[in-house]
């Protein structure tokens, strides 16, 4: 019993360009998240990058992924389109997806939204504070009121993306700035999770609480639904359920 | 002063390959529609079709219209990408768009949804009924709680989009099936409305009920919004608002 | 571990009245409903009725109830608004509510959604055959595209009920309605699932789609969201977490 | 043709126990809040306070009131609850609801929302900036990407309200807060928008950036929805609207 299989999608640039970076996650971010997840209850996590054939995300990859993260940053233009179709093809079947931080430009998620994705952002090193706007939601399990960030990227409103089903998380940052940093959608079958922190520079993959919210939001994006009705929607019905007689009105 | 200013696009094929179809909309029904709202208060109305140079929409065209109105069916693939790119974007900042019947599977609404905006089907010729669902809406106004089309092409759920912002209309079928027939979303700063009606081999765009909501939907369509926000979205602030401290802590 | 305890709140009134209701139900319909979700995996069930001390729902109950299904119809305004006072402190604390039918007018659903409740309706003894409009949701999940009652009271639209956050079944009546007969709202920390079936007449307790329907309700409705956050919202906090400064300026 | 015809109502009760509000307000900040409506194109406005007859919201000041603006503080369990109810009705046949600041734990909106429409709060006189989460929304008309109130009571999340149809405003606070400041629902056929800014103590409705937010919700909130559906939507429909075949099955 494999429980929730997810793959970690990185594009893994900065950690082999930038030695800062490299030093925070010396196997790049992929790994640290994989890691982590790996460990937990249920779940079990593989890892695929930019620089593999078909980025890694073969037809057999997907097929076996319940749930996708992603995280891209510099080189978003760099994802083939036809793996994107393929990416998308999967969510609209029941895949769950998880876009950090930077992935909010990236090819799927702007797929995904229909809006240009974009914010407002500044590298300044700034606290950030996510307050939790949701209490209801299983991704806010175990937290408090909020949680803290002590140094990272800010983004700000206003965020282009269309209004969340649910809104998780809002962000306070320091330099006067508020975001929308937990955001859900349904699309087709796949619930997606937008979640904020994560930049390159910052150890943010190895805050517990960041995992954890992570973790959450794979337990809540997997499929729950209606396995009954997979084989697509689009159907020419020539047979009526119900007998037509307005025709002969 | 121009008023709202709607243009119709048709792919226009049906009424001039079909003789049942040009017998109803001689001159297209694009010409129908825009012929009829072009004699509404406040509004006037152009046309522009797939064989136009650039389908008629010119970034002129476009940059002159605040309601595109979109119906296609047979040609959807004929549309150029760069077409959509364009269209996009202007809906993005602030165009409002409305999509007719078969322009669910139209590239500009697949874009726009990020879904595959398949949905259940039948050519029977059947009676559908049209219930308000929201009549708190500005396009149910002037409606009693339903309206009948006599003879129609049937939709039916699951209709694979997100779940609308605003749910307007629930059809009845004969057939036995409903649909959500009248559906909004925003994007961008741009509000878009989705409306069922409109086989071409029925006289649909004839009806003065079909019309008048479509004239409402124009009304609601056109932007209203924050005009000072008018530069985009993405921006890369160096300056914060207030002082970062915790840079040094 | 006693699972997710449901308890099933009935007003037990047709039961004893009507003998052709009786004879579907012989000990009522809270029994049926309890008899069957006892005996689901990791459900245990109970019963309350309006005729017992505190309507059933004393402090204690509710204080060991995960999750409140409510059937009422004839017998609503003999109903204590302490105890509605209750239960609604209760559903805002974290406890799922699932209303059935003639529920849609009871004091508790009224107050929760704070419009009037009200619908259109029929006693024929028509079909009504749901669609499944968001096959995502886990209140979904093992339903083909829709499913039929043979007989059963129409409800129609317009409902007049918040936009639900989510739409799950959409009805067709024989007679030429359609309703939302699947709604679902978060309150508080509490999750609400509105779904129409049940009327008095009709054995539709004893459907076995309709009962995995509820038990799928019950399982989504638990709490499962930020047990750090019970202590209550309204917080006056004097200390700030940031040191302010505009006071001096 | 009188336009749109607000009524503010205030409770009325800081103003004449606490100089300091009086120096801010002399005649009441329903006084300066309505002088500053009447004054705009297409608007009248009127007061009503808690110490006149029925608190000034007879049938007759309500028949005759398109958007009712509200603001409570100390006094909000001394509004009798017929008067709540009369309130709630008209709300729900079509007029607009403003509920300012403090009117969050007004009986009339907890009564809308169904939630204890609890929050955080500090009297601090520390720094909100208003950031517009919705920049299609009529209501952010003439705003650029934020305004400032330079003193102010300060509102945190978790704000309990059910989840807002339309996020319009995010505040960010000096002391580390965040509020969603503005919030739209619609409910029945009225439309409702809370808006955060006005605490007694600071002359925030002298304020022309918060009074055109005031003026831009009035606008939104007028009904023009569907008038032919007016007559109440509870109904006994005996004869159906098709023919039912299903009973002789």
Known sequence: MPGIRVTVWNEFVHEKKHSAVKAIYPEGMHAAIAGYLGKQEGLTARTATLDQPEHGLTEAVLAETDVLIWWGHMAH???????????????????????????HYSKIFRRMMGTSCLLRWREAGELERLWVANPAHPITRGLGPYFEIPHTEMYGEHFDVPQPDELVFISWFEGGEVFRSGCTWVRGRGKIFYFRPGH??????????????????????????????????????????????????
């Open 77 to 103: 233009e760099e994802v083939e389109d036809r793996i994107v179709d393929r990416v998308q093809k999967r969510i609209l079947e029941g895949m769950g997806l998880i876009v950090l931080h930077s992935g």
């Open 200 to 249: 390159e520079t910052y150890p943010i993959y190895h805050n517990q609480t960041v995992l954890k919210v992570i973790e959450n939001g794979v337990r809540w994006a997997v499929f729950a639904g209606n396995t009954e009705m997979s084989e697509g929607y689009g159907k020419h019905v020539q047979e009526s359920i119900e007998t037509i007689r307005s025709i002969n009105h």
